[in-house]
């Protein structure tokens, strides 16, 4: 409080807030504050005194007086008052409110108090407003120099979710104080997902074409957070749904799309549902050049067959090059072979006439030939180390024989044979086989009509 006299002689601070009519001295004037933890009185300024009152407590509420004695006349006294205002408080203990969409007047009923504690002669007022700034209906009770308290009770609407409503407090003839609480903690309110589905950014761009790679955004309101789902209405993307808010616009939904976004949520064991459908037309991106969706499925099946016919080509090319024509070339000279280990080593390389590509072998006395039933089958096996002179492959030839007919001498006769359907029959001058009983064999595919192998104009 400031005070200023007259040029007065002597000045007294006297406070009443604790002693009522009696009053207790602060300060005089040549003497110093009976309270230097409560009080201050600043007369350094001339003709001036200030009274500080320090941590105001609701105890220090009522009156203070500024005496001035004169040096002649009566003393004169200036009183204020001191008003002393409670922190407002706001409590929120409804916890979860329904609104009702459809019938507002059935909503939920939200129930706040909010309350102060005052001393003075200034009597304070509170009043409730929601998170618009909309005066509430309210009641108080309590009164001047005491606590206070207001009641409001309103039906809820779904903008108060996630909000807070304000209890403002005012004070008779104070016009600039300021003072209020909030009430905590903010509303939570149940409601169904509402119909204002917006698209992002097909509401904020006004245009209904979009590139590859850009994306469409569903969003909707309501509490519980709702769930999204993208149904597919036309188009030529092979998605049929897609979940949760965003739609990625792909290259196969090129050309023109309808969608439908439903926004759903659960409230007591019942579904809300909301749904929007939009139009919008895809692009290729720049540089990607002209395409149309049939022309992408065209393409991708055109691939697909394609590489289908070309691995079935690379299959018939190796298994002609690798296995078939070899298999063939050795086919010729494999007939009644009994595989296994029952090959004979070859014993002695024949030269002169036979050439250099053919080789021998003994009969195998153990084995029959699965023709006649009889024993003495024998078992040719190729040369390695020895090369076709005509085609360069690694040889080795190899021949059967019917050793049915084998003399004393383990000769074998001359009897017609049969090679890949063809008879043949041995010449006079080679009927007669090395000693040992060993037969011959030649590549039957160097065989010509005649029976003479072309390579080295020998007859077989």
Same mark, same amino acid.
């Given at each position: 409080? +400031?005070?200023?006299?007259?040029?007065?002689?002597?000045?007294?601070?006297?406070?009443?807030?604790?002693?009522?009519?009696?009053?207790?001295?602060?300060?005089?004037?040549?003497?110093?504050?009976?309270?230097?933890?409560?009080?201050?009185?600043?007369?350094?300024?001339?003709?001036?005194?200030?009274?500080? @009152?320090?941590?105001?407590?609701?105890?220090?509420?009522?009156?203070?007086?500024?005496?001035?004695?004169?040096?002649?006349?009566?003393?004169?006294?200036?009183?204020?008052?001191?008003?002393? @205002?409670?922190?407002?408080?706001?409590?929120?203990?409804?916890?979860?409110?329904?609104?009702?969409?459809?019938?507002?007047?059935?909503?939920?009923?939200?129930?706040?108090?909010?309350? @102060?504690?005052?001393?003075?002669?200034?009597?304070?007022? $509170?009043?409730?407003?929601?998170?618009?700034?909309?005066? $509430?209906?309210?009641?108080?009770?309590?009164?001047?120099?005491?606590?206070?308290?207001?009641?409001?009770?309103?039906?809820?609407?779904?903008?108060?979710?996630?909000?807070?409503?304000?209890?403002?407090?005012?004070?008779?003839?104070?016009?600039?104080?300021?003072?209020?609480?909030?009430?905590?903690?903010?509303?939570?309110?149940?409601?169904?997902?509402?119909?204002?589905?917006?698209?992002?950014?097909?509401? *904020?761009?006004?245009?209904?074409?979009?590139?590859?790679?850009?994306?469409?955004?569903?969003?909707?309101?309501?509490?519980?957070?709702?769930?999204?789902?993208?149904?597919?209405?036309?188009?030529?993307?092979?998605?049929?749904?897609?979940?949760?808010?965003?739609?990625?616009?792909?290259?196969?939904?090129?050309?023109?799309?309808?969608?439908?976004?439903?926004?759903?949520?659960?409230?007591?064991?019942?579904?809300?549902?909301?749904?929007?459908?939009?139009?919008?037309?895809?692009?290729?991106?720049?540089?990607?050049?002209?395409?149309?969706?049939?022309?992408?499925?065209?393409?991708?099946?055109?691939?697909?067959?394609?590489? $289908?016919?070309?691995?079935?080509?690379?299959?018939?090319?190796?298994?002609?090059?690798?296995?078939?024509?070899?298999?063939?070339?050795?086919?010729?000279?494999?007939?009644?072979?009994?595989?296994?280990?029952?090959?004979?080593?070859?014993?002695?390389?024949?030269?002169?006439?036979?050439?250099?590509?053919?080789?021998?072998?003994?009969?195998?006395?153990?084995?029959? +030939?699965?023709?006649?039933?009889?024993? *003495?089958?024998?078992?040719?096996?190729?040369?390695?180390?020895?090369?076709?002179?005509?085609?360069?492959?690694?040889?080795?030839?190899?021949? +059967?024989?019917?050793?049915?007919?084998?003399?004393?001498?383990?000769?074998?006769?001359?009897?017609?044979?049969?090679?890949?359907?063809? *008879? *043949?029959?041995?010449?006079?001058?080679?009927?007669?086989?090395?000693?040992?009983?060993?037969?011959?064999?030649?590549?039957?595919?160097?065989?010509?009509?005649?029976?003479?192998?072309?390579?080295?104009?020998?007859?077989?």
């Amino acid at each position: 409080f +400031n005070c200023k006299d007259q040029g007065y002689t002597y000045v007294v601070w006297v406070e009443y807030a604790s002693q009522g009519d009696t009053g207790i001295t602060v300060w005089h004037t040549g003497g110093q504050v009976s309270n230097p933890a409560k009080y201050e009185v600043d007369s350094t300024s001339a003709n001036k005194y200030k009274l500080t @009152i320090k941590n105001v407590q609701m105890t220090d509420a009522g009156k203070y007086e500024c005496r001035t004695i004169p040096s002649a006349g009566p003393p004169k006294d200036y009183a204020a008052q001191l008003t002393v @205002i409670g922190t407002p408080s706001c409590p929120n203990s409804n916890g979860q409110l329904m609104a009702d969409i459809e019938n507002p007047s059935q909503s939920d009923k939200a129930q706040l108090v909010c309350s @102060i504690d005052f001393r003075g002669v200034n009597s304070a007022s $509170l009043s409730w407003y929601d998170n618009t700034g909309t005066l $509430l209906p309210s009641s108080s009770s309590g009164g001047a120099n005491s606590l206070l308290e207001v009641n409001t009770t309103f039906p809820v609407r779904t903008s108060y979710h996630g909000e807070a409503c304000e209890c403002r407090v005012t004070v008779q003839n104070i016009q600039d104080f300021q003072e209020s609480c909030y009430s905590s903690p903010k509303f939570e309110i149940v409601y169904p997902v509402l119909q204002n589905i917006k698209m992002q950014p097909f509401d *904020d761009a006004g245009v209904s074409e979009y590139m590859v790679g850009e994306h469409m955004n569903c969003t909707g309101e309501g509490n519980p957070m709702p769930t999204y789902q993208w149904e597919k209405i036309s188009g030529q993307s092979t998605e049929l749904t897609v979940n949760g808010q965003t739609l990625m616009l792909k290259s196969d939904m090129i050309g023109e799309n309808t969608y439908r976004c439903y926004v759903e949520n659960m409230i007591k064991g019942m579904k809300h549902e909301a749904r929007r459908e939009i139009s919008f037309t895809v692009r290729a991106p720049p540089g990607a050049g002209p395409s149309t969706t049939g022309a992408n499925t065209g393409a991708i099946v055109g691939g697909v067959i394609g590489g $289908l016919i070309g691995l079935a080509i690379i299959i018939v090319i190796v298994y002609f090059l690798i296995i078939k024509r070899p298999r063939d070339r050795d086919a010729n000279v494999e007939k009644g072979k009994d595989i296994g280990n029952d090959f004979t080593a070859p014993q002695t390389e024949v030269e002169g006439q036979v050439g250099p590509d053919y080789i021998y072998s003994q009969p195998d006395k153990s084995k029959k +030939n699965p023709e006649t039933d009889q024993g *003495d089958y024998i078992y040719s096996q190729p040369d390695k180390t020895k090369k076709n002179p005509k085609d360069e492959y690694n040889g080795g030839f190899r021949e +059967n024989y019917d050793m049915d007919a084998v003399d004393d001498n383990d000769n074998p006769p001359a009897v017609p044979f049969k090679e890949n359907g063809h *008879d *043949d029959r041995r010449p006079p001058q080679y009927q007669n086989a090395p000693p040992g009983g060993f037969s011959y064999g030649v590549n039957v595919n160097d065989v010509n009509q005649q029976g003479v192998n072309p390579g080295s104009d020998t007859a077989v």
